[in-house]
């Protein structure tokens, strides 16, 4: 609110420099859509490009080389949101957990019945060890995809040691889905998971 603030009042070009960088990354940190979050970036972008002095501002800042790949993604086309999930898995997977937080945000928003989306956020949250939101997201993957074999494995995986029952229940689940991994482990507790 406060950046919000400093940025309504026209302040000099140093404190709307800063505070829409800063509100960007707020955003992004309470997990926020990418596109608000791009928004501010993209912002402060323009007028740090007619400024001196504002050179290493972005340098080191993750989300503004994230927003510039999402401005070559065309929103109109027909798998804008297949590749926004794909471009969140990839940068997920370089290590940015927090960063891919809003893009997964952002798809959920745009089509809330994405379910690839609640199961890579789930998998974020339990990264950051935010297990209690990270089972949420893994659950309502599954509500929405009973099918979902990567959301099943990490929920097995889970519950293993609180659970047995439960672990077993969401491993076959998931083997009968095709997933290799827990049809193996399955296999290999001498534990029957084929209909």
């Known amino acids: 609110d406060d950046y919000s603030m400093t940025i309504s009042l026209d302040s000099d070009i140093t404190h709307l420099v800063l505070s829409l960088y800063h509100r960007a990354n707020s955003k992004t940190v309470i997990g926020m859509g990418i596109e608000t979050v791009c928004d501010d970036l993209n ?66 928003q745009r089509d809330p019945s994405r379910d690839r989306a609640y199961n890579n956020l789930g998998l974020c949250y339990f990264d950051l060890d935010d297990k209690e939101k990270g089972l949420g997201y893994l659950h309502r993957a599954i509500d929405l995809n009973p099918n979902n074999e990567q959301a099943l494995q990490t929920l097995s995986y889970h519950y293993y040691t609180t659970d047995l029952d439960l672990s077993i229940e969401y491993a076959r689940r998931a083997a009968q889905n095709g997933n290799k991994p827990m049809q193996e482990w399955l296999d290999s507790r001498g534990t029957a998971w084929q209909e």
Not at 43 to 59: K, N, P, Q
């Open 43 to 108: 912002d402060m972008e323009i007028v740090r490009a007619r400024y001196s002095g504002f050179e290493r501002l972005g340098e080191r800042n993750k989300m503004i080389e994230i927003c510039k790949l999402i401005n070559y993604i065309d929103t109109s086309s027909i798998d804008y949101l297949d590749k926004l999930t794909n471009l969140g898995v990839m940068i997920t997977t370089n290590g940015y957990i927090i960063e891919s937080i809003p893009i997964f945000k952002e798809v959920i």
